[in-house]
């Protein structure tokens, strides 16, 4: 979500009428189709100016998910992280954030893409077209799995004893139910869903982690002056009007984006 602040509380200090903010709205389930929404300001955090809305709205979610998963790994400068299906959208906000934290980074994708990636500040770039990462890679401290399914498996293959894997694609287990506070029967649910993917983290004796990324104005400020140091872009697939709203979230659903979708309400800034 971007936006201009129309009105403030009472006791709202750090942000006025005409402000550009940004947010992952502080709710219950995933997003908002609004033009007028009331936010927590603890949830909010300035644009960089050399940002248009459309890029703006495009971070807050894949920008927090990535910080709460550098902070779940408890990731320390020096070390290393492979960061999977690095040329896409996701990539593009990890490999910065990452470097910015003082980490190696490491990561794959389509070989065409590797100029960019690189530029980014990836400090090694695999082609998984022509170099299998199983094979070339081990003892990594983290990764970050944007991948999934049986990418999973393989990336733990490559790291140390006790590292640390954040996966945005597989499963949630028991550990991730307790960290949200979820009721005592999804916590049992869950653990038997993840159950899989702890012993497969056990058997290569490292930290399986799944994250649902949370409101933090804090770290999205953190995000944004990064951003504006480094003039870094999000990649976007498509911009939708808001007429067009079922179609942009059939392209979500179907797995079909490039780079984030966005929605836009007439007059809004391009």
Same mark, same amino acid.
């Given at each position: 979500?971007?936006?201009?602040?129309?009105?403030?509380?009472?006791?709202?200090?750090?942000?006025?009428?005409?402000?550009?903010?940004?947010?992952?709205?502080?709710?219950?389930?995933?997003?908002?189709?609004?033009?007028?929404?009331?936010?927590?300001?603890?949830?909010?955090?300035?644009? %960089?100016?050399?940002?248009?809305?459309?890029?703006?709205?495009?971070?807050?979610? /894949?920008?927090?998910?990535?910080?709460?998963?550098?902070?779940?790994?408890?990731? #320390?400068?020096?070390? /290393?992280?492979?960061?999977?299906? &690095?040329?896409?959208?996701?990539?593009?906000?990890?490999?910065?954030?990452?470097?910015?934290?003082?980490?190696?980074?490491? /990561?794959? &994708?389509?070989?065409?893409?590797?100029?960019?990636?690189?530029?980014?500040?990836?400090?090694?770039?695999?082609?998984?077209?022509?170099?299998?990462?199983?094979?070339?890679?081990?003892?990594?401290?983290?990764?970050?799995? /944007?991948?999934?399914?049986?990418?999973?498996?393989?990336?733990?293959?490559?790291?140390?004893?006790?590292?640390?894997?954040?996966?945005?694609?597989?499963?949630?287990?028991?550990?991730?139910?307790?960290?949200?506070?979820?009721? !005592?029967?999804?916590?049992?649910?869950?653990?038997?869903? &993840?159950?899989?993917?702890?012993?497969?983290?056990?058997?290569?004796?490292?930290?399986?982690?799944?994250?649902?990324?949370?409101?933090?104005? !804090?770290?999205?400020?953190?995000?944004?002056?990064?951003?504006? #140091?480094?003039?870094?872009?999000?990649?976007?697939?498509?911009?939708? %009007?808001?007429?067009?709203?079922?179609?942009?979230?059939?392209?979500?659903?179907?797995?079909?984006?490039?780079?984030?979708?966005?929605?836009?309400?007439?007059?809004?800034?391009?």
């Amino acid at each position: 979500m971007v936006g201009l602040v129309e009105a403030v509380g009472s006791r709202v200090s750090q942000f006025q009428v005409g402000d550009r903010v940004f947010a992952r709205l502080p709710l219950g389930q995933i997003g908002a189709f609004a033009e007028y929404v009331a936010v927590d300001a603890a949830a909010l955090a300035t644009v %960089p100016d050399y940002l248009t809305d459309v890029e703006a709205a495009a971070i807050p979610l /894949t920008a927090l998910t990535i910080m709460q998963a550098l902070e779940l790994m408890e990731a #320390q400068a020096g070390k /290393t992280i492979f960061i999977s299906g &690095g040329t896409g959208g996701v990539g593009g906000m990890a490999i910065p954030i990452a470097k910015a934290k003082g980490l190696t980074v490491i /990561t794959n &994708g389509d070989g065409a893409n590797a100029e960019w990636v690189l530029a980014l500040g990836a400090d090694r770039f695999i082609d998984y077209k022509t170099e299998d990462y199983t094979k070339t890679l081990s003892q990594v401290d983290y990764v970050l799995d /944007t991948l999934g399914g049986a990418e999973t498996e393989k990336q733990m293959s490559i790291m140390k004893k006790g590292g640390q894997l954040v996966s945005l694609r597989a499963m949630p287990n028991g550990a991730f139910a307790k960290r949200m506070h979820l009721p !005592k029967w999804k916590q049992v649910l869950f653990g038997l869903v &993840g159950r899989q993917f702890d012993k497969m983290a056990e058997r290569y004796g490292v930290a399986y982690h799944f994250i649902f990324v949370e409101s933090n104005g !804090k770290q999205l400020q953190e995000v944004a002056d990064l951003f504006s #140091q480094l003039q870094i872009k999000p990649s976007i697939d498509t911009v939708y %009007p808001f007429e067009e709203v079922n179609a942009a979230l059939d392209k979500v659903a179907n797995g079909r984006s490039r780079g984030k979708t966005v929605l836009t309400f007439e007059g809004g800034k391009k």
